[in-house]
């Protein structure tokens, strides 16, 4: 059973990739990588990869992980000038008997691989971080919401009365258009970042997945979150499931999401059910915020799959040779089920 799914909006064009690769005969693990490339280098994204937002002190630094069928992984955090932390992941599963390197000593590593440096910090993300700094608590960023578009960065004012008014992007001029219309009651979407995970299954039957993100926007300098830790954004265990967690990091890491979804389906329970428990885990986080977001995703090894998220608002992209031989799919997730939004070739 071919199946690969890829999370949020801006993991259509990657899942894509994903599935098409795996449709190729490329392994599941090929796959996965291939596709988190693709959005590293997508300058439209800006929460992964070159293009992302920096932290408060104006540097892009980047998180990854990678792991495959026989639980074989590899991570790396706060990475600096180097685009595809997806591959130099794979390397530190591939070359190493460690599985996350962090900072100059990934850097070291990925310098002594072969990989080159980039300049991560383009004009656009460094014009929203001038902004931002001028009035860290009246200007922030957020995704858009489904209703308003593709899911990027906007930035937003926020006045004194609470209300958000959209900047645009590149003329740095706030929008005269009114406080943002259409949000449905409970929505939510992360306020300041998002990465992408991915999951495959191949022709074999072999499952991987990857994560790989630039982080929480104008993070505290050092600060990692969930995508690069093994069991809390990314868990791969072939003989039962692979799971992604995506959204606020801190929650992911406190619960060990991933890692909790394929215990439970070890255990016998169904991928919805497990997710819904993980989403319930969550809601007793005593740090959760009515602004924060959990999106979770699976693929059991037998090839059902299943996604739920803490609010409305989480999207994810799916293929299945199952669905109209491989079509890729935009569905809309939410705490009770998986509903498709759209079609696209």
Same mark, same amino acid.
């Given at each position: 059973?071919?199946?690969?799914?890829?999370?949020?909006?801006?993991?259509?064009?990657?899942?894509?990739?994903?599935?098409?690769? =795996?449709?190729? @005969?490329?392994?599941?693990?090929? !796959?996965?990588?291939?596709?988190?490339?693709?959005?590293?280098?997508?300058?439209?994204?800006?929460?992964?990869? /070159?293009?992302?937002?920096?932290?408060?002190?104006?540097?892009?630094?980047?998180?990854?992980?990678?792991?495959?069928?026989?639980?074989?992984?590899?991570?790396?955090?706060?990475?600096?000038?180097?685009?595809?932390?997806?591959?130099?992941?794979? /390397?530190?599963?591939?070359?190493?008997?460690?599985?996350?390197?962090?900072?100059?000593?990934?850097?070291?590593? !990925?310098?002594?691989?072969?990989?080159?440096?980039?300049?991560?910090?383009?004009?656009?993300?460094?014009?929203?971080?001038?902004?931002?700094?001028?009035?860290?608590?009246?200007?922030?960023?957020?995704?858009?919401?489904?209703?308003?578009?593709?899911?990027?960065?906007?930035?937003?004012?926020?006045?004194?009365?609470?209300?958000? /008014?959209?900047?645009?992007?590149?003329?740095?001029?706030?929008?005269?258009?009114?406080? *943002?219309?259409? /949000?449905?009651?409970?929505?939510?979407?992360?306020?300041?970042?998002?990465? +992408?995970?991915?999951?495959?299954?191949?022709?074999?039957?072999?499952?991987?997945?990857?994560?790989?993100? #630039?982080?929480?926007?104008?993070?505290?300098?050092?600060?990692?979150?969930?995508?690069? +830790? +093994?069991?809390?954004?990314?868990?791969?265990?072939?003989?039962?499931?692979?799971?992604?967690?995506?959204?606020?990091?801190?929650?992911?890491?406190?619960?060990?999401?991933? *890692?909790? =979804?394929?215990?439970?389906?070890?255990?016998?329970?169904?991928?919805?059910?497990?997710?819904?428990?993980?989403?319930?885990? =969550?809601?007793?986080?005593?740090?959760?915020?009515?602004?924060?977001?959990?999106?979770?995703?699976? =693929?059991?090894?037998?090839?059902?799959?299943?996604?739920? #998220?803490?609010?409305?608002?989480?999207?994810?992209?799916? !293929? @299945?040779?199952?669905?109209?031989?491989?079509?890729?799919?935009?569905?809309?997730?939410?705490?009770?089920?998986?509903?498709?939004? +759209?079609?696209?070739?």
């Amino acid at each position: 059973m071919l199946i690969s799914l890829s999370t949020w909006k801006h993991g259509f064009h990657p899942n894509r990739i994903t599935y098409d690769a =795996i449709a190729n @005969s490329r392994s599941a693990l090929d !796959a996965v990588e291939l596709g988190a490339r693709y959005c590293e280098a997508d300058l439209t994204c800006m929460s992964v990869g /070159r293009g992302g937002l920096p932290d408060a002190a104006g540097e892009v630094t980047l998180d990854a992980s990678i792991m495959d069928h026989d639980g074989n992984c590899g991570g790396v955090a706060f990475v600096r000038q180097y685009e595809h932390v997806i591959s130099v992941a794979r /390397r530190v599963m591939e070359k190493t008997p460690h599985v996350l390197l962090v900072g100059d000593g990934a850097e070291r590593f !990925a310098a002594n691989e072969g990989f080159t440096k980039t300049e991560l910090l383009t004009e656009k993300a460094r014009a929203l971080w001038q902004e931002w700094s001028k009035q860290p608590d009246k200007l922030h960023v957020r995704l858009r919401r489904a209703e308003e578009g593709e899911h990027e960065y906007v930035f937003v004012k926020v006045d004194e009365e609470g209300k958000e /008014r959209e900047m645009d992007r590149d003329s740095q001029e706030l929008k005269s258009a009114a406080p *943002f219309p259409g /949000r449905a009651r409970g929505a939510v979407d992360p306020a300041t970042h998002d990465t +992408i995970g991915i999951l495959a299954m191949d022709a074999e039957g072999r499952l991987a997945g990857a994560c790989t993100t #630039s982080g929480l926007a104008f993070k505290i300098p050092g600060r990692v979150g969930d995508s690069p +830790i +093994i069991g809390a954004g990314l868990y791969v265990d072939g003989e039962i499931a692979a799971a992604v967690a995506t959204g606020n990091g801190e929650l992911m890491m406190r619960a060990c999401s991933a *890692f909790h =979804i394929v215990e439970m389906i070890r255990h016998g329970m169904e991928p919805g059910e497990a997710c819904e428990r993980a989403i319930a885990r =969550i809601l007793k986080d005593k740090h959760l915020k009515d602004d924060m977001q959990a999106g979770l995703m699976v =693929i059991r090894s037998d090839g059902a799959w299943a996604a739920r #998220s803490l609010r409305p608002g989480f999207q994810l992209a799916a !293929a @299945s040779e199952a669905v109209e031989g491989g079509k890729n799919m935009l569905y809309n997730i939410t705490a009770e089920s998986a509903s498709t939004v +759209i079609q696209q070739l």
